[in-house]
């Protein structure tokens, strides 16, 4: 026969209430643990970024796919988890971690990283729009004939061969 199952708002509404004031919703010990992983991947992926902006500011451009892996999961876990951590956002427990010192670092770092992204973008497209320029500019886009037509353009199977030298 299966065990009943627990679920955490039962053991919530069962726990006393730690250090908060009695409108405070009471933590579980799961809760705190979540609080504490979530301020560790946050300085996690604050050592992320600021190896990655410190890199291209450096010059160091194969960096940015190199951390592109680690850094999308860390977000990804981030994102996940948020969910888990947001209630307790005014809680006594993330003051005591500095939850939201935490958070508007995390911010601050994912926005200078965003805008040298984004500038990069936009370089990158922009030699790649003169490139095409000037290859553009010095070829004629294709072979062409004695007629001045394109040679792709020609009717297949119609072409005719000029049999006088």
């Known amino acids: 026969m299966n065990a009943p199952k ?5 053991e919530r509404m069962d726990a006393p209430v730690q250090g908060g004031t009695a409108n405070q919703m009471p933590l579980t010990r799961q809760d705190e643990q979540n609080l ?3 301020v560790g991947k946050i300085k996690e992926t604050v050592t992320i ?3 990655e902006i410190t890199a291209i500011k450096n ?3 194969e960096v940015v796919s190199n951390v592109f892996d680690e850094k999308s999961k860390v977000l990804k876990w981030l994102e996940l988890r948020t969910p ?12 005591k971690r500095n939850l939201k010192k935490h958070l508007a670092e995390l911010k ?3 926005e200078e990283d965003d805008a040298m992204l984004s ?13 095409e320029k000037i290859t553009n500019r010095n070829g004629l886009g294709g072979v062409y004939g004695k007629s001045g037509r394109k ?3 020609a009717p297949k199977g119609k072409m005719r061969i000029d049999q006088e030298f």
């Open 108 to 110: 601050k770092f994912i």
């Open 119 to 131: 500038r990069m973008a936009v370089a990158a497209r922009t030699i790649l729009r003169e490139v």
């Open 151 to 153: 040679l792709s353009d």
């Open 6 to 10: 627990k679920f955490r708002f039962g």
């Open 59 to 61: 010059g160091e451009l």
């Open 36 to 38: 504490d992983e979530y």
């Open 84 to 95: 888990l951590v947001e209630p307790f956002l005014n809680h006594e427990a993330a003051k």
């Open 49 to 51: 970024l600021r190896s």
